[in-house]
C-alpha cells in the first residue's frame, strides 16, 4: 500500500520560514526524482500542481523560478523522507503543499489506467 505523508505546514507571518517533511512508503523511494508541488485553494482540482522543486536520487536539485534562492530541497534516502525549507515567505507562497517523485507514483489499473498517488497534502498559509 502507497502512503504518502506531508507534515510540517502551517501559518507564518511574511518573511518567515516553514519546514516540510514528507514519508514515503510501499513505493521505491530512493530511485526516484522526488519533489514537491503546490496548489492554491480554489484553483480547479484538475488544474495541474505546479511543481517548486525536484531532487534526484543523487542530490541533483532543480526549482521553479518562484523558489529559487528561497527554498531548498533535501531527503534522506534512509528514512524515505523529503524535507523543503522554505525561506523569506510571502502571501504568493499560500498553498496546499505536496510531496510525490516526479513523475507522481503511480499503478496501473485495468479498469481505469494509470492511477497517481497523492497524500493529503500540508496547508502552507502566508499572513501579510
Known amino acids: 500500500q502507497v502512503q504518502i505523508v506531508e507534515s510540517g505546514g502551517g501559518l507564518v507571518q511574511a518573511g518567515g520560514s516553514l519546514r516540510l517533511s514528507c514519508v514515503v512508503s510501499?513505493?521505491?523511494?530512493?530511485?526516484?526524482?522526488i519533489a514537491w508541488y503546490r496548489q492554491v485553494p480554489g484553483k480547479h482540482p484538475r488544474e495541474q500542481r505546479e511543481l517548486v522543486a525536484r531532487i534526484s536520487s543523487g542530490g541533483r536539485t532543480n526549482y521553479a523560478d518562484s523558489a529559487k534562492g528561497r527554498f531548498t530541497i533535501s531527503r534522506d534516502n534512509a528514512k524515505n523522507t523529503a524535507y523543503l525549507q522554505m525561506d523569506s515567505l510571502d502571501a504568493n507562497d499560500t498553498a496546499v503543499y505536496y510531496c510525490?517523485?516526479?513523475?507522481?507514483?503511480?499503478?496501473?489499473?485495468?479498469?481505469?489506467?494509470?492511477?497517481?498517488?497523492w497524500g493529503q497534502g500540508t496547508q502552507v498559509t502566508v499572513s501579510s
Open positions: 510501499g513505493k521505491p523511494f530512493s530511485l526516484n526524482y
Open positions: 510525490n517523485a516526479d513523475p507522481p507514483f503511480s499503478d496501473y489499473v485495468v479498469s481505469t489506467g494509470y492511477v497517481d498517488y
